[in-house]
T-cell receptor, first 116, second 107 residues
């Protein structure tokens, strides 16, 4: 079974631009969650999608958004990029259906975003 | 105060030593996850716990719900165990992470 695939692996953008990151979950996984990792703040939860609906959302500004398609693939978008958005963005999929995070998480290798 | 606290922050061990990493949390949880992150960023899920104890190879994870505490043990440590170990708790739809424990195992 293929693992979680994130594209692209690396991305360089300038302030004010927008960016879209993609995550393809393991086949059969309907829950996809997104995380931001920075040296200062560590790992932080962005949002979780299940069956095309945003089920949970972390404490990030509205510039961070996402969506999930009928095949469970997910995208996240960051608009009006700021220098502080430079980070490793990770997604994870799981078999969780009812309560979130009650199944093991399978992480992708991440997208490293640099904002200049 | 962070909702998820890990200790120690850094740990250096000799090959073969028994290692314990601790995680304390202050919120109600639905589950607790232990994750391993190697240099380069890839994260692997080691355990998901909601009660009791789990074992996988040389790794053991325990959780005490009443005391809001979990431990990750590594028996017969090996240099390939060198990584950052992260505790994360599922709470009210959020996944809250500890700052991680950086483990270095010397041959």
């Amino acid at each position: 079974k293929a693992g979680v695939t994130q594209t692209p692996r690396y991305l360089i953008k300038t302030r004010g631009q927008q960016v879209t990151l993609s995550c393809s979950p393991i086949s059969g996984h309907r829950s996809v969650s997104w995380y931001q990792q920075t040296p200062g703040q560590g790992l932080q939860f962005l949002f979780e999608y299940f069956s095309e609906t945003q089920r949970n959302k972390g404490n990030f500004p509205g510039r961070f958004s996402g969506r999930q398609f009928s095949n469970s693939r997910s995208e996240m978008n960051v608009s009006t990029l700021e220098l502080g958005d430079s980070a490793l963005y990770l997604c994870a999929s799981s078999l969780s259906t009812g309560q979130s995070y009650n199944s093991p998480l399978h992480f992708g290798n991440g997208t490293r975003l640099t904002v200049t | 105060k962070n909702e998820v606290e890990q200790s120690p922050q850094n740990l250096t061990a000799q090959e073969g030593e028994f290692i314990t990493i601790n995680c304390s949390y202050s919120v109600g949880i639905s589950a607790l996850h232990w994750l391993q992150q190697h240099p380069g960023g890839g994260i692997v899920s080691l355990f998901m716990l909601s009660s009791g104890k789990k074992k996988h190879g040389r790794l053991i994870a325990t959780i005490n719900i009443q005391e809001k505490h979990s431990s990750l043990h590594i028996t017969a440590s090996h240099p390939r165990d060198s990584a950052v170990y992260i505790c994360a708790v599922g709470s009210q739809g959020n996944l809250i992470f500890g700052k991680g424990t950086k483990l270095s195992v010397k041959p």
